[in-house]
């Protein structure tokens, strides 16, 4: 046996008869049945792509202050003879309180001699109104005692034409009726003097009457009284102290209202100003006027920066700056809040004070849009549950981007099942089992309106 292996062709024939056994074994094998490849269906949340009211929305940021700060000046020289107890900084006094008074004695005397040169000057004028009405009247009978001279004198003179009397008796009547005639001159150039001495004595008394109105001026700038009620932030004097015209008392803050001066970057205005037309801007030189300002008719409503969730004030948008910061790019806006004092709630919401750092949030008016989460965007694609639940991919055209909002221009149809979590794998066509996440798409309309 050994000396046929031996041999060459030996190992040939065994290889050839390998192969042959090979073939029969395969052909002779039972078919393999094959599994199906279908893949499993992955679940999905989903909400449903509709048009909503939508409100812009953008943050700017600034710092409080007051809308008036009273810088009070000494209008005149004395001695504090008064000073109200609350007048310390930090305290907020009310309107109408006299906070602090400099002694008035000197002025009330400046004042007590003007007042009694005035009644001097109205006695005088009084006494030539008496003068002037005795003196027409002494006038009057002097003229006609010269008219009754004047009748005895041409009696007399007829008498002595018929040489019934001396000449004597007709020389002693004329003398009488001149004397009567001087007496009335006289009379006469005395009323007609009255007119001037009693616009002298007027023109005095004017001038006692604006002495007397400066002094009760100057007395009442002893007195000072806040206009407003008001924080006190600054005070320079105390009791006893002397001040000059023009020392500085104290600065008070009116807590009626408060100011934000807010910065908006301006990129960030075009969402501001969307619903608007360009008609709007067309005149020449037009920047936001007030009537500008009120076709924007924006909202506002200031928060404090930090975690203070129920520190938040309802604002009005009052102007916008003249001119544009040129090294950050942004514009100041001015929002106003009113009584910033009031509701407050230790250690949650405070006053507005001045200084506080704020943010502001402006709001468009709302307008339809369709309007889906930013997450459910994928480099500008939507992932949509089509027909027979299976997934189809959009690609979408954005039109605004506020926060995890997004608004689509085009690309999608109102109805569309948008998918809101991570898909992965992403096929196209894979097949889904849609879950209606309704809470969410309740959450979304009232971000997008601005509700929330």
């Given at each position: 046996?050994?000396k046929?292996?031996?041999k060459?062709?030996?190992?040939?024939?065994?290889i050839g008869l390998g192969?042959?056994i090979?073939?029969?074994?395969v052909k002779?094998?039972?078919p393999?049945n094959?599994?199906?490849?279908?893949?499993?269906?992955?679940?999905v949340?989903?909400?449903k792509?509709k048009?909503?009211?939508?409100?812009?929305k953008?943050?700017a940021?600034?710092?409080?202050e007051?809308?008036?700060?009273?810088?009070?000046?000494?209008?005149?020289?004395g001695?504090?003879?008064?000073v109200?107890?609350d007048?310390?900084?930090?305290n907020?006094?009310a309107?109408?309180?006299?906070?602090?008074?400099?002694?008035?004695q000197?002025?009330?005397?400046i004042?007590k001699?003007?007042q009694?040169?005035l009644?001097a000057?109205?006695a005088?004028?009084?006494q030539?109104q008496?003068?002037?009405?005795?003196?027409?009247?002494?006038?009057e009978?002097?003229?006609?005692n010269l008219q009754?001279?004047?009748?005895e004198?041409e009696?007399?003179?007829?008498?002595?034409?018929?040489?019934l009397?001396?000449?004597s008796?007709?020389d002693?009547?004329?003398?009488?009726v001149?004397?009567?005639?001087q007496?009335?001159s006289?009379?006469?150039?005395?009323l007609n003097t009255y007119a001037?001495?009693?616009?002298t004595?007027?023109?005095?008394i004017?001038r006692?009457?604006?002495?007397?109105?400066?002094?009760?001026?100057?007395l009442?700038r002893?007195?000072?009284?806040l206009p407003?009620?008001?924080?006190?932030s600054v005070v320079s004097?105390?009791k006893?102290?002397?001040?000059?015209?023009?020392?500085?008392?104290?600065?008070?803050?009116?807590?009626?209202?408060?100011?934000?001066n807010?910065?908006?970057?301006?990129l960030?205005?075009?969402?501001?100003?969307?619903?608007l037309?360009?008609k709007?801007?067309?005149r020449p030189?037009?920047?936001?006027?007030r009537?500008v300002?009120?076709?924007?008719?924006l909202?506002?409503r200031?928060t404090?920066v930090g975690?203070m969730?129920?520190a938040?004030?309802?604002?009005?948008?009052?102007?916008?700056?003249?001119?544009?910061d040129p090294?950050?790019r942004t514009?100041?806006i001015v929002?106003?809040?009113d009584?910033?004092?009031?509701?407050?709630?230790?250690?949650?919401?405070?006053?507005?004070?001045k200084?506080?750092?704020t943010?502001?949030e402006?709001?468009?008016?709302?307008?339809?849009a369709?309007?889906?989460?930013?997450?459910?965007i994928?480099?500008?694609?939507?992932y949509?549950?089509?027909?027979d639940n299976?997934?189809q991919?959009?690609?979408?055209?954005?039109?605004q981007q506020?926060g995890?909002?997004?608004v689509?221009?085009?690309?999608?149809?109102?109805g569309?099942q948008?998918?809101?979590?991570?898909?992965?794998?992403v096929i196209?066509g894979m097949?889904?089992?849609?879950?209606?996440a309704?809470d969410?798409?309740?959450?979304?309309a009232?971000?997008?309106s601005?509700?929330?």
């Amino acid at each position: 046996m050994n000396k046929y292996l031996q041999k060459p062709y030996i190992l040939f024939v065994m290889i050839g008869l390998g192969a042959l056994i090979a073939v029969a074994l395969v052909k002779g094998r039972a078919p393999l049945n094959h599994a199906g490849t279908e893949m499993p269906s992955k679940s999905v949340e989903i909400i449903k792509v509709k048009w909503m009211p939508f409100s812009a929305k953008v943050i700017a940021y600034g710092n409080v202050e007051p809308t008036v700060t009273l810088k009070t000046l000494a209008e005149v020289s004395g001695k504090i003879s008064y000073v109200h107890p609350d007048l310390k900084q930090g305290n907020s006094i009310a309107a109408g309180t006299v906070v602090t008074r400099i002694d008035p004695q000197d002025y009330e005397v400046i004042l007590k001699q003007t007042q009694a040169d005035l009644a001097a000057n109205k006695a005088s004028l009084k006494q030539l109104q008496i003068e002037e009405q005795t003196t027409r009247r002494s006038l009057e009978l002097e003229k006609k005692n010269l008219q009754v001279g004047g009748k005895e004198l041409e009696r007399i003179r007829s008498v002595w034409e018929r040489k019934l009397i001396a000449r004597s008796t007709l020389d002693a009547e004329e003398q009488k009726v001149i004397q009567l005639r001087q007496q009335v001159s006289e009379l006469q150039g005395q009323l007609n003097t009255y007119a001037s001495r009693k616009s002298t004595v007027q023109s005095q008394i004017v001038r006692a009457e604006e002495q007397v109105k400066g002094q009760k001026t100057t007395l009442g700038r002893t007195e000072i009284i806040l206009p407003f009620s008001a924080r006190i932030s600054v005070v320079s004097i105390e009791k006893g102290q002397f001040v000059t015209v023009g020392t500085t008392l104290f600065e008070a803050l009116n807590i009626d209202g408060v100011e934000i001066n807010a910065q908006l970057p301006i990129l960030h205005m075009r969402s501001l100003v969307s619903h608007l037309d360009s008609k709007t801007f067309d005149r020449p030189g037009m920047g936001i006027t007030r009537d500008v300002l009120a076709r924007l008719n924006l909202s506002a409503r200031v928060t404090l920066v930090g975690d203070m969730p129920d520190a938040w004030w309802d604002a009005k948008v009052l102007r916008f700056s003249e001119s544009i910061d040129p090294i950050r790019r942004t514009l100041g806006i001015v929002v106003g809040v009113d009584r910033p004092y009031e509701k407050v709630i230790p250690g949650r919401r405070p006053p507005l004070l001045k200084g506080m750092f704020t943010a502001v949030e402006l709001y468009a008016p709302q307008r339809q849009a369709m309007v889906i989460p930013r997450k459910a965007i994928h480099h500008g694609r939507v992932y949509v549950v089509g027909e027979d639940n299976r997934l189809q991919i959009k690609a979408v055209e954005i039109q605004q981007q506020q926060g995890d909002l997004v608004v689509i221009r085009s690309g999608l149809q109102e109805g569309d099942q948008i998918i809101i979590n991570d898909l992965v794998p992403v096929i196209e066509g894979m097949p889904l089992t849609p879950i209606y996440a309704s809470d969410y798409e309740k959450a979304l309309a009232k971000r997008a309106s601005g509700t929330e």
